[in-house]
């Protein structure tokens, strides 16, 4: 066994403090306010930095140096704008919110060192939140007769943990490598359960999510060998899957859950696509997303040639056209769009556009490097997944603009990207003390 190996395959201990701590930075988006999340990440990288008396390192920020380019254009383009507003504030927080949640995942890998530290924490943090979210449904069956929005406003929506943590229970239980060390009967009950809980979320973007984890730990996105006829029959999959799922229509009652979801897949092409022949509010507000998308593009279109580099800067509002009801009140001009990649062409131009492009595809190519082990060849495959997911989430739901709901994946992000990272250098830092990796005691 090489040293690396040696390093990140310790066993996880149960009265760990970094491991509670990230189970709860894990489920507290599902359970908390979003700000106290914050607050707990920002407090774990100080007293890691400061107690541990280890430098910053800068492994961490060149993963993420194209987004914060990104931010540093639309900070730039906001006070060039005049954008002194509180949105302003508002955009600056949200947009580095991910580069919080990151950092703080890389520095507990770089603390805990364990590919089982983040399976377990995973598995333990998805079942809690999936035990809340099915709990719902037990203590009122009623529910699952209501309409999607008002069983999400009850239940909850968007436990991106759960498709991940489902993904890797089942790779454990199928693949030949022993990255998990469970019980069978707890490992059913895991799989049920985290089956259940995304099952009754009604989502679209939850089976996308466990749908691209999957095959990505299972490389079927690997381009070498055949590579590129798996990758066929998984586009061939999709699509049957989408033709399937419209087809059902006809024999399922939209107003069920079920039927609701059906219609929403059907819908989605339509969500994603800029179209200037919306012909009354009905058709406005059954492609919502689309329409927003496309008055944000008239939005970048009429600037500058220089607002269209650089964009009009953080803060920016889309101005809808009309007054609407969005959450308890009615607005017109609004903070934030289903589609980011408008969003960041508005407000960074394709300038900023181009860095997060950059930073995207830098995640979904990063398993095409030379591998150590099986261990680093899983992780990276998972950094790549959830590069992909970044990239079809970022049309869909906002992406890691999310208000909180991806503020858990880029945690697992960090994580990952992380133990890479140890696996690599485990002799030290480059620029910091050898001792700062070395294997506990």
């Known amino acids: 066994m090489n040293s690396s190996a040696a390093i990140i395959d310790k066993g996880v201990r149960w009265d760990n403090l970094v ?6 930075l ?23 930095v400061f107690l541990s008396r280890t430098f910053f390192s800068f492994e961490a920020v060149k993963i993420l140096l194209p987004y914060l380019f990104l931010v540093g254009i639309g900070s730039f383009s906001a006070f060039t704008n005049g954008n002194y507003s509180y949105h302003l504030l508002q955009d600056f927080w949200y947009y580095l919110k991910p580069v919080l949640y990151f950092l703080t995942g890389f520095y507990i890998a770089v603390k805990t060192r364990s590919l089982r530290f983040l399976i377990y924490a995973l598995v333990v943090a998805s079942c809690i939140v999936c035990i809340k979210h099915v709990s719902t449904f037990l203590i009122n069956p009623a529910l699952l007769s209501s309409k999607i929005s008002e069983i999400r406003e009850e239940a909850g929506k968007s436990i991106y943990i759960a498709p991940i943590a489902l993904a890797f229970l089942i790779y454990g239980a ?46 079927l996105f690997n381009l070498k060998g055949l590579g590129f006829w798996r990758l066929g029959l998984l586009i061939g999959a999709i699509v049957g899957f989408y033709f399937g799922a419209t087809s ?16 929403k897949i059907e819908r989605a092409p339509g969500e994603v696509t800029l179209n200037e022949a919306y012909l009354d509010k009905r058709e406005i507000f059954l492609h919502w997303r ?14 500058s040639w220089i607002q269209q580099a650089t964009g009009q800067g953080l803060g920016r509002l ?28 508005l407000k960074t131009g394709i300038l900023g556009s181009t860095f997060f492009a ?16 099986i261990q680093e060849r ?3 495959r998972l950094v790549m997944s959830i590069g992909l997911c970044i990239l079809l989430s970022t049309a869909l739901v906002s992406g890691i603009l999310n208000r909180s709901s991806f503020d858990p994946v880029m945690l697992i992000l960090g994580i990952s990207c992380g133990l890479v990272f140890v696996m690599n250098n485990f002799s030290g830092y480059p620029n910091e003390k050898a001792t700062a990796l070395q294997p506990q005691a």
């Open 358 to 373: 950059i930073f995207v595809l830098r995640l979904v190519f990063f398993p095409f490097k030379d591998s150590t082990g």
């Open 19 to 24: 491991f509670w701590v990230t189970v709860f």
């Open 318 to 345: 889309v101005d809808l056209g009309f007054y609407t009801q969005l959450g308890e009140n009615y607005h017109r001009f609004i903070p934030r769009i289903h589609n980011s990649y408008i969003e960041f062409l």
């Open 26 to 48: 894990l489920v507290a988006n599902q359970l908390f306010p979003p700000e106290l999340n914050s607050v707990v990440c920002l407090a774990f990288i100080i007293s890691w």
């Open 174 to 219: 199928l693949s030949k490598e022993k990255i998990l060390h469970i019980n069978r009967v707890i490992l059913a009950l895991c799989l049920s359960l985290n089956s259940i809980s995304i099952l009754l979320t009604f989502s679209r973007t939850m089976l996308l999510v466990f749908a691209v984890i999957l095959a990505s730990l299972f490389g």
């Open 290 to 303: 689309g329409y927003e998308a496309t008055i944000a593009l008239k939005q970048y279109l009429k600037g």
């Open 378 to 380: 899983l992780l990276r």
């Open 248 to 263: 059902l229509l006809s024999f399922v009652s939209t107003d069920t859950p079920i039927g609701a979801l059906l219609l």
